[in-house]
């Protein structure tokens, strides 16, 4: 499986910033060096690109394509029943 891929990073549970994270390097808003620690401002301030990853998570997760829990902390992952329309069950 290819490494860049959401599904690839969210194979397990990750934080809620490492989510947003993850999703702002498949899109390409971000790159995978120099690691998390410098993108930290956008998810732990106001900053729009972090509302608005944080936001198309959500999304994900009303789709179905995300799981999302609580505790111990925000986090999601990778809902391993989802399957597109455009899928093969």
């Known amino acids: 499986m290819n490494e860049s891929t959401l599904k690839h ?3 397990e549970w990750q934080d809620w910033d490492v ?13 995978h ?6 993108t ?3 998810f732990w301030t106001n900053h729009t690109v972090g509302k608005m ?6 999304l994900m997760v009303a789709e179905g ?3 999302k829990r609580d505790e111990p902390d925000t ?3 990778w809902s391993s029943s989802y399957c597109g329309s455009w899928q093969q069950p």
């Open 75 to 77: 986090q999601y992952r």
């Open 33 to 38: 060096e120099p690691a998390f620690g410098g």
């Open 53 to 58: 990853l944080y936001t198309m998570l959500d």
């Open 19 to 31: 989510a947003a994270y993850c999703l702002g390097i498949c899109l390409g808003l971000m790159s």
């Open 65 to 67: 394509i995300l799981e």
């Open 9 to 11: 990073r969210l194979n």
């Open 40 to 42: 930290k401002h956008v």
